[in-house]
């Protein structure tokens, strides 16, 4: 039984994809090159364009400078990761990144280019070298804007705008239980649709939304952790949350995030009141570069000390020109909010900005459950550790789906038979109590309450409180859930405190600080280099 909502239609494809970002769009083209008479479903919360990774500002990482290497990105990835990167998986997604950028070139992005022609690779924190292949300050953007026509062209790419995957379908008949499908939400009808198909692909992205700040769109609510987790799919490292140091703080002003590569051009962190560059003493040598854990901490333990909410980031030192030519995002939106920052300093707040944990998975985003897949940011592979190092993400993203693409080929020639699959999703007498006010008030309480207890610092008693009052509202929203009609907004608040209580679960597992997990009772690295690992009994 499942909860009141209207049966929809029954559709059969050979792949569904849930999520339209950098990853899903990559999978797509390459299986398409592939096998041109694949049938894909690719489903999209809101448009195609509405991902995580259309947002990315700072870049793609590649060692293509001459005095660089894979191994040296290496040795800067392993570093950032504190001790849980895994160096093979690491080794081969770094391999990948110069035949990643070709294919990237080929779809028809273009990086910036110097003087001479060659890549204007940028630098960010953590990384010794320069290694950031970039579209100014908008490479998310320029790259999904490049890719989304070729898919547009594309008659066997299904395109499922506003629809939102509900559940994992298994199928029941075979002693594996293969994945051999997914119910999905179309949220302008109501109606739920099931999906059947040989190959799930999760690219949903990250869950920054659990946090009050976030330098992430609305949509990440982390789905695929949700629906893996209650598949009975293992989930790895939920205690690594990244935040990024460097969000815009501006009220009423969302989630617009300041690169980090502003940093790698010069600028400087400072304290509102003395202007003291306070990095100083977190990190003397690396500075405003140090790895973004420590960056972020250093923000948090500034403010918390003080009355001030935020700090500035100061680049007054370059021109108005060469601000400009980097930066014209960022420029343009902040002089449209009266920053000129060639004379103003900017307010910043560190923000939850990357999930480095997640389903897990190997390099080609194999899950443990055959015929699921799960690529990106929703994916925890080893490559990101502790702490994610800068432009790492849109590279595995992309490294993986290309992967993936290939991987499922075995799949695809071993197709299931459907003919065992349930009927469609048993929906009861439908009454619309929907209840707006109250889906909002938990998500608000929710959001404020993982910030103060499960943020940058940790503690197990708040970790322990938190996890008590996640408990008591996943019971409320699963009531909701089971009693009243589904809609967005009530599966993605159920999604997201799924995902909060495993980020409680696996922080309290952790009694120790490494990368971006802090817990000030145990403020040391201990000699944990275990990943946690979290499944259930599927439902
Ligand atoms: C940024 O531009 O600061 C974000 C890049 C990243 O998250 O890797």
Redesign the pocket.
């Known amino acids: 039984m499942n909860s009141l909502s209207q049966r929809g239609d029954r559709k059969s494809f050979d792949v569904v994809v849930i999520g339209s970002g950098l990853a899903g769009l990559t999978f797509c083209l390459t299986l398409i090159a592939r096998r041109p008479h694949t049938r894909i479903a690719l489903v999209s919360k809101q448009a195609l364009s509405d991902s995580n990774s259309y947002w ?3 870049g793609i990482a590649a060692a293509a400078g001459v005095d660089d290497s894979v191994q040296q990105h290496l040795v800067d990835t392993l570093a950032a990761g504190d001790g849980l990167v895994s160096p093979l998986a690491a080794k081969a997604i770094l391999s990948q990144s110069l035949s990643y950028i070709a294919f990237l070139q080929q779809q028809g992005v273009v990086f910036d280019q110097n003087d001479q022609s060659l890549p204007d690779l940028a630098k ?1 924190g953590g990384h010794s070298k320069r290694r950031i292949f970039h579209a100014g300050d908008h490479t998310g953007r320029a790259m999904i804007d490049a890719l989304i026509p070729h898919i547009q062209q594309q008659s066997n790419i299904y395109l499922f705008e506003s629809h939102m995957a509900v559940k994992l379908l298994r199928q029941k008949d075979r002693p594996s239980e293969d994945i051999s499908g997914v119910y999905v939400l179309d949220t302008k009808s109501g109606l739920i649709d099931t999906f059947l198909c040989n190959v799930v692909v999760l690219a949903t992205g990250g869950a920054g939304k659990t946090y009050r700040y976030t330098t992430n769109p609305d949509i990440a609510t982390g789905d695929g952790v949700a629906m893996a987790y209650r598949a009975g799919v293992p989930i790895s490292n939920m205690e690594f949350y990244q935040f ?1 140091p460097t969000l815009l703080y501006q009220r009423n002003y969302p989630n617009f ?1 300041i ?3 502003i940093r790698g051009e010069g600028a400087y962190l400072r304290l509102p009141e003395t202007g003291e560059r306070f990095m100083r003493r977190y990190a003397p040598k690396q500075m405003e570069l140090a790895t973004r854990d420590i960056v972020a901490r250093a923000i948090f333990t500034e403010t918390e000390h003080s009355n001030d909410q935020y700090v500035y980031l100061d680049i007054t030192h370059k021109s108005k020109a060469f601000l400009k030519q980097h930066f014209p995002t960022i420029n343009d939106t902040l002089m449209r909010l009266g920053i000129d920052m060639s004379q103003d300093m900017i307010p910043v707040v560190p923000a939850a ?2 999930m480095c944990g997640g389903v897990l998975t190997d390099i080609s985003g194999r899950t443990q459950a055959n015929r699921l897949y799960a690529i990106g940011e929703v994916a925890c592979t080893g490559l990101h550790g502790a702490n994610r190092l ?2 790492n ?1 849109l590279l595995e993203a992309g490294v993986m789906a290309t992967n993936a693409a290939e991987d499922c080929l075995v799949w695809l020639d071993q197709p299931l038979s459907h003919e065992q699959m349930s009927a469609g999703w048993d929906s009861g007498g439908v009454t619309d109590l929907r209840r707006a006010s109250q889906i909002n008030a938990h998500w608000r309480g929710l959001r404020g309450e993982m910030t103060s207890y499960a943020g940058i610092v940790r503690t197990e008693a708040g970790l322990k409180d938190l996890h008590q009052l996640i408990l008591l509202r996943q019971q409320m929203v699963e009531e909701y859930y089971w009693q009243h009609v589904v809609t967005q907004d009530l599966l993605e608040l159920r999604n997201i405190i799924l995902v909060a209580e495993l980020i409680v679960r696996s922080a309290l597992q952790r009694c120790e600080s490494r990368g971006g997990h802090y817990r000030e009772d145990y403020p040391n690295k201990a000699d944990n280099t275990k990943r946690t690992l979290l499944r259930q009994a599927p439902r």
């Open positions: 990315a500002q700072g960010e990024h995030l690169s980090e590569a900005h990357y800068a432009s993400s």
